[in-house]
């Protein structure tokens, strides 16, 4: 069965650490992958995305991620993170249907 | 951010009572998806709708039926709601549901549900 997981599931750093968030799926076709954050009260916003090419990415507020399909992963990571961090991080995988990790909360202390 | 929004946003019911949650969208996208957020499970799908008329089961839809009479709107609606289905809804659209057009889904604000 397709599935993604999510390795942490409640992280707490101090600001300016770095964080790596990790993500492994299970599928062995074309999938388009996904991190979402969902800050507290509020909706799930696109982070960044991979389809192909480059397997490193960017996406906004200084997160980045690295697609490695030897290893089936996706992780996340940012060299330096901030309070305004403090959310629940998504991993998604597109493989016709998107299917979610089952989330990592983030908690960043001052 | 993309145009979806959920009513109600916040509703509380009493176990066996059925319960309609919209979704509305102005971005005339074709695929619209309702999800439910859980601790520990991440979304799971619900339903999906792929056109007007035209909807498909997902994950977790036994207890819960969709409608979309219209390409802006899709219903969820909990015919007798229980305990088990409080969570937190959110709905999603996209362009297509195909990995090979590299589409992706943007969310709606979510509707917190409590039943009682």
Known sequence: AQSVSQHNHHVILSEAASLELGCNYSYGGTVNLFWYVQYPGQHLQLLLKYFSGDPLVKGIKGFEAEFIKSKFSFNLRKPSVQWSDTAEYFCAVHTGKLIFGQGTTLQVKP | ?116
């Open chain 2, 1 to 116: 951010d993309a145009g979806i929004t959920q009513s109600p946003r916040h509703k509380v019911t009493e176990t066996g009572t059925p319960v309609t949650l919209r979704c509305h969208q102005t971005e005339n996208h074709r695929y619209m998806y309702w999800y439910r957020q859980d601790p520990g499970h991440g979304l799971r799908l619900i339903h999906y709708s792929y056109g007007v008329k035209d909807t498909d089961k997902g994950e977790v839809s036994d207890g819960y039926s969709v409608s979309r009479s219209k390409t802006e709107d899709f219903l969820l609606t909990l015919e007798s709601a229980t305990s088990s289905q409080t969570s937190v809804y959110f709905c999603a659209i996209s362009e297509s549901s195909s990995p090979d057009t590299k589409e992706t889904q943007y969310f709606g604000p979510g509707t917190r549900l409590l039943v009682l």
